[in-house]
Nanobody, 115 residues
């Protein structure tokens, strides 16, 4: 079974930057797509950014121009560079992988942006 481990969450001040990482293990073939979601307290889990094996990238409107998703295929790792962070970016960030018809989630990493 695919295992996803996120890291990089922390508390930062408004305007700061963070880089999240998500490493996938126990895989044999290339993962079809990887994505970052986030869930704030009392809210649903929403897509932040996603990237496919072919390099197609999508962002939710609220992070365009501030966040950058990238992946290292050799390391089976996806990154989320977050710049110009705002208090409304505060959430638990989850990594998701689509692999051989199944969907896998990481355990989440907390990002807190203080004003």
């Amino acid at each position: 079974q695919v295992r996803l481990v996120e890291s990089g969450g922390a508390e930062v001040q408004t305007g700061g930057s963070l880089r999240l990482s998500c490493e996938a293990s126990r895989i044999t073939f290339s993962i079809n797509a990887m994505a970052w979601y986030r869930q704030a307290p009392g809210k649903q889990r929403d897509l932040v950014a996603r990237i496919t094996t072919g390099g197609v990238i999508d962002y939710t409107d609220s992070v365009k121009g501030r966040f950058t998703i990238s992946r290292d295929g050799a390391k089976n790792t996806v990154y989320l560079q977050m710049n110009s962070l705002k208090p409304e970016d505060t959430a638990v960030y989850y990594c998701k992988a689509s692999y051989l018809g199944f969907t896998y989630w990481g355990q989440g990493t907390q990002v807190t942006v203080s004003s």
